[in-house]
């Protein structure tokens, strides 16, 4: 079965740092990933996808992701943060081999301090 | 603003009460879901409605009655619920389930507190 794990349950920055959240999933196929937001109050937002092609994936409020099927993982990076991305972000992976069902990461908490 | 519209926002009810959540789309997305969502946790799948047609059901309880009375809305009808199913429930749709996944959009949620 597919699985998702992210690595760090909290991540702390100061504004204008960059960030990294990390994301690795299991999977012997091929899949599609994506990262969702999650701001307070809110539904999920998807910030990027990668379903095919160029590995490096930009998406939403300048954030990037890099697939990387070697390592299978797919890290989500920010150049340089803003308090408004305090959020929860989750990596989902979809598997081709459960229809299509999207598995979700527990999430990782990032706190943008100033 | 949100493409998926959910309704009430905010819904406090007794355990031996009935109502029901609400959701609705116009993207034109054919597959619908549900999702329960508790404090700190990722979305757990509940339903799934592929084409107005149950799809997949994850062994939810049956005081969890989903609806899908056209293409464009889904309803959740709830009854006799336990204190434990107060959660955030999460309404989102897709174009299709089908050989290539497309990212779901999601409601902005009920918050739902049994008494």
């Not at chain 1, 990027?48 to 990387?68: C, D, H, Q, R, W």
């Not at chain 1, 308090?83 to 990461?105: L, M, N, Q, R, W």
Request: charged residues 20%.
């Amino acid at each position: 079965a597919q699985s998702v794990t992210q690595l760090d349950s909290q991540v702390p920055v100061f504004e204008e740092a960059p960030v990294e959240l990390r994301c690795n999933y299991s999977s012997s196929v091929s899949v599609y990933l994506f990262w969702y937001v999650q701001y307070p109050n809110q539904g999920l937002q998807l910030l990027l996808k990668y379903l095919s092609g160029s590995t490096l994936v930009k998406g939403i409020n300048g954030f990037e992701a890099e697939f990387n099927k070697s390592q299978t993982s797919f890290h989500l990076r920010k150049p340089s943060v803003h308090i408004s991305d305090t959020a929860e972000y989750f990596c989902a992976v979809s598997d081709p081999t459960g229809g299509f069902k999207t598995i979700f990461g527990a999430g990782t908490r990032l706190f943008v301090k100033a | 603003d949100t493409e998926v519209t959910q309704t009430p926002k905010h819904l406090v009810m007794g355990m031996t009460n009935k109502k029901s959540l609400k959701c609705e789309q116009h993207m034109g997305h054919r597959a619908m879901y549900w999702y329960k969502q508790k404090a700190k946790k990722p979305p757990e799948l509940m339903f799934v409605y592929s084409y107005e047609k149950l799809s997949i059901n994850e062994s939810v309880p049956s005081r969890f009655s989903p609806e899908c009375p056209n293409s464009s809305l889904l309803n959740l009808h709830l009854h006799a619920l336990q204190p434990e199913d107060s959660a955030l429930y999460l309404c989102a749709s897709s174009q299709e389930i089908g050989q290539r996944s497309q990212p779901q959009h999601f409601g902005d949620g009920t918050r739902l507190s049994i008494l």
